[in-house]
């Protein structure tokens, strides 16, 4: 029978690599509750309407990525492409803005997407993301970013660009879009079909295209920044004066233009360029979206809102990998065959004391020897052995073999935590 394998771009994380994930989601929840951000957990599947409405018709995402299927009731659903569509559908379902003026939002979890398996591109992978609401003010985005920056040197990653850009708000955006219909239907000829097709629909999404025939049209594409109108203009001007102010590094690409269509005014993208990512570089990615609320909510609702997500794979492709400092380890070892039930017992109870203070304490139920039990307990890297047998038991001791020291003492039965906790002590 042929071995049955993870679905082609699902990966599995091994205990190995878990403590990573788990280490730099918890200091991503740390990070953002310093900037005054709480988690939100939303599903993993929603109706597929949230993200065709939310994301968008026209974008990759929902013409050719998304993992869709119908319930048991006929209804379309789809594994969640991204979480921005997904927090705004909560807020909103659960009105998160009348209990508070400004939400502040972190998530973190996996999103689906059937794109062609690649290094740091798979099809289901790991956002962290944070999510403002009710702040129109460009000190939301700098502080957005401020927080993703803030993440990112709190991972030890230093060698990263942030490229940002404005597309403006609706007039300013439909001004450009027609700038760009133009200057491309000019050269429409050179162009690669794919962006032939996108010139009609969705033409700001030929400026991200990577086709070698594309890349000469796109030197002379006029920049969104020339039609930006004067509140666009002004509100990026702010964005980037309290960047300066908190010093923090930025690049302005005017060819910036994301691939979801909900975005307004500020979009940024955070690129690895220490080269560990080839061509997979982008870690992050976000920007504001001051009229998702009024796509999904309707007319009478308008909320500004900004935020950012970063790809945890990518982030961990990237972060230098430091050996996480080694645990105080204990093995406990029942030197008993298998008809001295009455030590395995004592064995069982002495290893949850320790857990119960704290230790890391492994134990072998098997009834193996001795010999391997203390083969697996270095193996293990155990700093401290302790070893129950019938005589211990019965005299109310332990025999503690410290094995660093390679000294072994006895331990009467009630003290060996506190002996422990000496011994541990002088490791660190
Ligand atoms: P996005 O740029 O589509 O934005 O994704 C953000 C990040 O998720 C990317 O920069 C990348 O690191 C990671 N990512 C995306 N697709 C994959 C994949 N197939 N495999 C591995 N990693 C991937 C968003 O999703 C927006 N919701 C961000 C946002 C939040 N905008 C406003 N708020």
Redesign the pocket.
Known sequence: MALLQAVT?MNDVLPAEAGRWRSLEARFFETAARYGFREVRTPLCEYTELFSRGVGEGTD?VEK?MYVFDDRGGRALALR?????SAVRCALEHAALEREPVVRWAYAGA?F?A?KPAR????Q???V???VYGDASPAADAEVLDLLVAFLRSLGLGAFELRVNSLGQRGSRQRYRDALVAHFSAVAQELSPESRERLGRNPLRILDSKDPRDQTPKLTAPSVLDHLDDEDRAHFARVRAYLDALGTPYRVDPTLV???D??TRTVF??VDTSGSLGA?D????????DNLFTELGGDGVSVP???????????LLAQPVKDPPAPFRVAVVAAARETDQAVLASALSLARELREAGLETHLDTRFVSMKSQLRRADDLGARAVLIVGRSELEAGTVAVKDMAAHAQTVVPRGAVAAHLRALSGSQE
């Open positions: 771009g995402i990525e492409p991204e979480g921005t569509a999103m997407r794109e740091g591109r798979f099809r992978f790991h956002q993301g944070a999510e994301r691939g979801l909900y975005y993208e955070v997979q982008a870690l992050g990615g976000g920007g504001r979206y809102a900004v935020g950012f997500a970063l790809g945890v794979e990518r982030l």
